[in-house]
Nanobody, 122 residues
Framework: QVQLVESGGGLVQAGGSLRLSCAAS????????MGWFRQAPGKEREFVSGISWGGGSTYYADSVKGRFTISRDNAKNTVYLLMNSLKPEDTAVYYC???????????????WGQGTQVTVSS
């Protein structure tokens, strides 16, 4: 069992930056691939970014490529999502997820955090 706790969300103006953190605890916490998803009101939860357990492979949705950067520190069991050049359409609840595989699909991930709200004002 793995527990995930997100932090770092908040209100920011368009063009600004935020860094989200996801602290993992539990057995094998650092051995899982990790992903970030987001869900805007009235929309499906969508993939944002993923990183392999060792950090050697990263993936991004086209909508955030070049603006967001995912990283992890396995010594701290923490995954980060640095979000630059934020746009109002990035407004959503952001969720951290962990799984044995690495992919774009929600079904790839087994454990989920409670989410953190990101609001980008225009």
């Amino acid at each position: 069992q793995v527990q995930l706790v997100e932090s770092g969300g908040g209100l920011v103006q368009a063009g600004g930056s935020l860094r989200l953190s996801c602290a993992a605890s539990g057995r094998r916490a650092s051995s899982y691939s990790m992903g970030w998803f987001r869900q805007a009101p009235g929309k499906e939860r969508e993939f944002v970014s993923g990183i392999s357990w060792g950090g050697g492979s990263t993936y991004y949705a086209d909508s955030v490529k070049g603006r967001f950067t995912i990283s992890r520190d396995n010594a701290k069991n923490t995954v980060y999502l640095l979000m630059n050049s934020l746009k109002p359409e990035d407004t959503a609840v952001y969720y951290c997820a962990a799984g044995d595989g690495l992919g774009f699909s929600r079904s790839t991930y087994v454990y989920w955090g409670q989410g953190t709200q990101v609001t980008v004002s225009s």
